[in-house]
């Protein structure tokens, strides 16, 4: 019964009387010699019907009631660090976009204020010494 312990049978594992049920209520089986509660079915022993008390249950075959459910590992999503990867670079790509296009628009501020300035310097009438207009 120590895979009843690992949790990888379900059903009547034949308890010990005074053990504590699955449900964990903590309550005592009726003694041997007593009456079971009326509705109730008798409790059963775990092993198959027609065998004499006290015999072990046949070698390599559980005992009646009892279902052996195999835990099998659960395998790993493929697509969680797909998923992952989406959840951080989506918003990492576009908060990056944001600042970036922050630092080009001032830039590109930058540069239309020096150009205005040039613009500006360049109006009205100037003799220049290197160019003289013939």
């Known amino acids: ?13 034949g308890a010990p009387p005074g053990s504590a049920r699955p449900g964990g209520a903590g309550v005592a089986a009726p ?6 509660a009326a509705g109730l079915p008798p409790a059963t022993t775990g092993t198959p019907p027609g065998t004499p008390p006290g015999t072990p249950p046949p070698r390599g075959r559980l005992p009646e009631g009892v279902e052996y459910i195999p835990t099998r590992k659960k395998g790993k999503n493929p697509m969680k660090p797909v998923g992952v990867a989406w959840a951080l670079g989506l918003p990492c790509g576009i908060v990056l976009f944001l600042l970036v ?3 080009v628009d001032r830039n590109r501020l930058e540069q239309l204020g020096i150009r205005r300035k040039m613009l500006r310097a360049n109006e009205g009438a100037y003799e220049t ?4 207009r013939a």
């Open 129 to 132: 010494e290197r160019y003289r």
């Open 1 to 13: 019964m120590a895979a009843a312990a690992l949790g990888g049978l379900r059903g009547n594992g």
């Open 31 to 36: 003694s041997p010699g007593t009456a079971p």
């Open 101 to 103: 296009k922050r630092e």
